[in-house]
């Protein structure tokens, strides 16, 4: 996880960042507000090798999570055991043969 988490703050800490504010500034409507800035977040992220194998070893329970964040929009904290699962089920990933530098579409 720590692979992944490196990864997306060098290729991707500006969208990470404005959308963590947003997030942060719009505790009731962040859902709506922040959403466009989810978006560029997914398409940064998306891309990369490390971060496509999780998700997809990990699809159950980042699914899980954001169920929760959707049926909580006012008590994002309320989903803090589904991120631990998350970012546990990330920690087991294995990730050898994975190419951590993405190639050139």
Same mark, same amino acid.
């Given at each position: 996880? +720590?692979?992944?988490m490196d990864i997306t703050a060098?290729?991707?800490?500006?969208e990470m960042e404005a959308y963590?504010?947003?997030?942060a500034s719009n505790p009731s409507t962040w859902q709506m507000k922040c959403h466009e800035l989810k978006v560029k977040?997914? +398409?940064c992220t998306s891309s990369h090798p490390v971060i496509q194998k999780i998700r997809q070893d990990c699809s159950r329970e980042f699914v899980d999570f954001e169920r929760c964040l959707r049926e909580n929009p006012d008590k994002p904290a309320s989903c803090s055991s589904h991120v631990a699962r998350f970012l546990g089920c990330a920690e087991t990933v294995d990730l050898s043969g994975v190419d951590p530098v993405p190639q050139p579409s």
């Open positions: 996880m +720590q692979a992944a060098k290729y991707c800490h500006k963590g504010s947003c997030v977040v997914a +398409q």
